[in-house]
């Protein structure tokens, strides 16, 4: 079946560790997002790519990173220059611009 | 730049009763708006999608919304609500054109459905 894997779903770590989160798709889409969810905050984006090879930070980049090399993959790494990484974290594709995204099912991080 | 506003952080209604979920937007250009909807520890699924067309539109599991320019608007409404219907509720836009895309979303709606 196609979809967005995220792995792991649940994921502890000590404070002041870097983490990394996984997603991969196998829906050939071109446009991969990567978005944090807090409880009464709705979903801001960290960070989304276009194309292989390409990325643009979103509106809460600060102490995460990213890489696109494969079309399929858009990890993400926490940082331990994120300041409160315990969250809900969400990877989303879409085949194009302006068109819906397709969500995975999430990876709870919490750092403790 | 874009916005959404959901009005109301949560909804309660009982079964077999009308849903209405808020939701205004605001965009420099005209907009591509959407509703999702979660359930507990998971990820996001698309209701429903507004691109260009038709301003009413249907989605899955009985839900509509219509789209309104003048009110700056996108509500999301069921006739009758199931207890199954019980989730989280997100408005999100993101504008038409250009080379940057960005879906912005609300902060979102609890729906509680009583028996």
């Known amino acids: 079946d196609g979809g967005i894997t995220q792995s792991p779903k649940y994921l502890f770590r000590k404070e002041g560790q870097n983490v990394t989160l996984s997603c991969e798709q196998n829906l050939n889409h071109d446009a991969m997002y990567w978005y944090r969810q807090d409880p009464g905050q709705g979903l801001r984006l960290i960070y989304y790519s276009q194309i292989v090879n390409d990325f643009q930070k979103g509106d809460i980049a600060e102490g995460y990173s990213v890489s696109r090399e494969k079309k399929e993959s858009f990890p993400l790494t926490v940082t331990s220059a994120q300041k409160n990484p315990t969250a809900f974290y969400l990877c989303?594709?879409?085949?194009?611009?302006?068109?819906?995204?397709?969500f995975g099912q999430g990876t709870r991080l919490t750092v403790v | 730049a874009q916005s959404v506003t959901q009005l109301g952080s949560h909804v309660s209604v009982s079964e077999g009763a009308l849903v209405l979920l808020r939701c205004n937007y605001s965009?420099?250009?005209?907009?591509?708006l959407f509703w999702y909807v979660q359930y507990p520890n998971q990820g996001l699924q698309l209701l429903l999608k507004y691109t260009t067309g038709a301003t009413l539109v249907k989605g899955i599991n009985g839900f509509e919304a219509e789209f309104k320019k003048s009110e700056t608007s996108f509500h999301l409404t069921k006739p009758s609500a199931h207890m199954s219907d019980a989730a989280e509720y997100f408005c999100?836009?993101?504008?038409?054109?250009?080379?940057?895309?960005?879906?912005?979303f609300g902060k979102g709606t609890l729906l509680t459905v009583n028996p």
């Open positions: 965009s420099s250009v005209p907009p591509y």
């Open positions: 999100a836009v993101s504008e038409s054109g250009g080379s940057n895309y960005k879906l912005t």
């Open positions: 989303a594709s879409s085949p194009a611009w302006n068109t819906e995204a397709f």
